[in-house]
């Protein structure tokens, strides 16, 4: 196979390495030979991640970034030399978990080399009394969570992509499992983590319940999409496995009606470990069968925990969802959604028909949730193309919501797949900008956020800018993300 064959998505300021052969054989001397690779067959695996247009591009025969070779260290002290050689190369290096990313986090679109976590896998202690699990971060999530299950816990973290995702991508792209609502997301699951430094300093962030031990430095690197430093180790918090779960669901005449009813519910100090608003095209799509949720918008929850308590809220829940017009649906739509909710075949199916088809999940304060749901649907429906725009709502705070969109459209006859994939995020993240919203909830900004940064963050991007300067002034940790196009001062 010859990559020659392929059309590069991602070609602008490639790092080309001269001396491929010098790379590989120091390389080989730090981890070993069975830990560095340069044949195609690898390297075609790592030339994209779980990015939707990404499945447009295969189709097409292109592909999106070309790494140089690939490695898998084993320990910290070897990623760490790794970095060190790098720096003293000017080579990227791209820290890669499983590549479930959807923003293109783990493209390596500078070329380089792919640093793959995947060897990074055991559970070091679980800690009763403390109730904490440490483990290192390459650990496949499911692998993780089912150890936890066996042994009598849960860590409360369950992304719909549990079996395909790492623990230092959640930590990397600040993730929210499906069950966030009650044990939080992935910033307030971790504990202490180990990080090693773009230039290869090692360094632990101890493990404690809570400190005022000055600025919170180790916040830098749950977010920091592998840009500002390789998480090595972490520690989570975990909980005994819940006494009782209680499967509740109801539906409303309006989208507005679920926001009174949830918002109420929060207010109360009651946090179901689940809850889910599908919109009127999303029920119809999810729950057809449904007599009672017929033209309305379905809410699911799942009260889970000490059995009093579970009794409790499920009490004010239903309190809540009747006072607001809510319909009660039993427990089967709950049931449903446990069945299917790692089914995910939509998204592969639609590039098949020529169709670009993404998700973007954002963030909203109560106030504003309901004017983006709106604009964002009306600045979607006026795209010439769309076939379909539609959101649920799973993320959930006293404050406010996380909003899930759903979009698939064809582009025009003049237009690429990435131009018109480009248009519709645009479209959305403008929408949401102007509507008082927030651009990312818990997918991470990687590449294709990156150009609205700017517009999110104001001033602060300077300082965040400062911060990559200072800790990789070769800009080798996972170049041309995040920061990208608001890079003062060229890419190196
Ligand atoms: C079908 C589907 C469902 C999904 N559901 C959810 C969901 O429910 N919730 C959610 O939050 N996300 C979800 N995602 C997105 C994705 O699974 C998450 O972003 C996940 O956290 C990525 O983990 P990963 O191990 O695959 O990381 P990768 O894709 O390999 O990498 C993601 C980023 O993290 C960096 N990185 C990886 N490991 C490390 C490390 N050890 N140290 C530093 N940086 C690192 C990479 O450089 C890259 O920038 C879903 C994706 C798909 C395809």
């Known amino acids: 196979m010859d990559f020659k064959d392929f059309e590069l998505i991602y070609k602008e300021n490639r790092c080309e390495i001269k001396d491929k052969q010098k790379i590989e054989l120091k390389l080989k001397e730090i981890v070993g030979n069975n830990n560095v690779s340069t044949k195609e067959i690898d390297i075609l695996a790592y030339t994209n991640d779980t990015t939707l247009i990404g499945f447009n591009w295969m ?51 500078r070329g380089g080399i792919i640093l793959d976590m995947k060897k990074f896998n055991k559970i070091l202690e679980i800690n009763d009394k403390n109730l904490t699990v440490t483990a290192q971060t390459g650990i496949n999530g499911m692998n993780l969570e089912r150890y936890l299950n066996k042994k009598g816990y849960t860590a409360g973290h369950i992304p719909q992509s549990l079996y395909f995702s790492s623990l230092g991508g959640w930590i990397a ?70 006494e009782k779960r209680s499967l509740i669901s109801y539906a409303f005449p309006s989208i507005e009606d679920t926001f009174n009813a949830t918002r109420q519910i929060l207010r109360e100090n009651i946090y179901p470990a689940v809850i889910r608003i599908y919109d009127k095209f999303e029920t119809k799509r999810h729950f057809p069968n449904i007599d009672n949720a017929k033209e309305k918008v379905m809410v699911i929850f799942v009260c889970e925990g000490n059995t009093k308590l579970v009794d409790l809220e499920e009490i004010i829940t239903r309190e809540k969802c009747e006072k607001n017009s809510g319909v009660d649906c039993g427990a089967y739509p709950v049931e449903h959604w446990f069945e299917t909710r790692f089914r995910v075949t939509e998204t592969s199916s639609m590039p098949t028909y020529k169709i670009v088809f993404d998700t973007i ?68 993240i403008k929408a949401v900008l102007e509507a008082g919203g927030s651009i990312a909830h818990h997918h991470g900004i990687g590449i294709n956020r990156s150009h609205w940064m700017e517009s999110e963050l104001g001033g602060s991007i300077k300082t965040l800018r400062e911060i990559k300067q200072l800790l990789d002034p070769q800009n080798i940790l996972n170049p041309g993300k995040i920061y990208v196009d608001v890079w003062k001062g060229g890419e190196k």
């Open 361 to 428: 999940e954002i963030a909203s304060l109560w106030d504003n949730a309901s004017n983006i749901y709106h604009s964002v649907l009306e600045s979607m429906n006026k795209l010439e193309g769309i076939i379909l725009i539609t959101a649920h709502v799973s993320h959930f705070y006293p404050n406010g919501v996380g909003i899930y969109f759903t979009f698939g459209g064809a582009p025009g006859k003049e237009q690429t797949d990435l131009e018109y994939y480009q248009e519709c995020w645009d479209t959305t």
């Open 173 to 242: 792209h600040r993730a929210a499992g499906q069950f966030s609502t009650k044990y939080g997301k992935i910033e307030d699951i971790i504990l202490g983590i180990e990080v090693v430094l773009p230039q290869g300093e090692i360094i632990n962030f101890k493990t404690i319940p809570r400190a005022a031990t000055g600025p919170q430095l180790e916040r830098l690197f749950i977010g920091g999409e592998g840009t500002l430093g390789i998480v090595t180790k972490a520690t989570l918090r975990i909980w005994p496995t819940p």
């Open 59 to 109: 189709i097409q025969g292109q592909i999106a970034g070309l790494p140089d070779l690939i490695t898998w260290p084993e320990t910290v002290e070897k990623i760490s030399e790794i970095l060190k050689f790098a720096n003293q190369e000017k080579i990227p290096v791209i820290p890669y978990g499983e590549g479930s990313g959807v923003v293109g986090g783990s493209i390596p679109i």
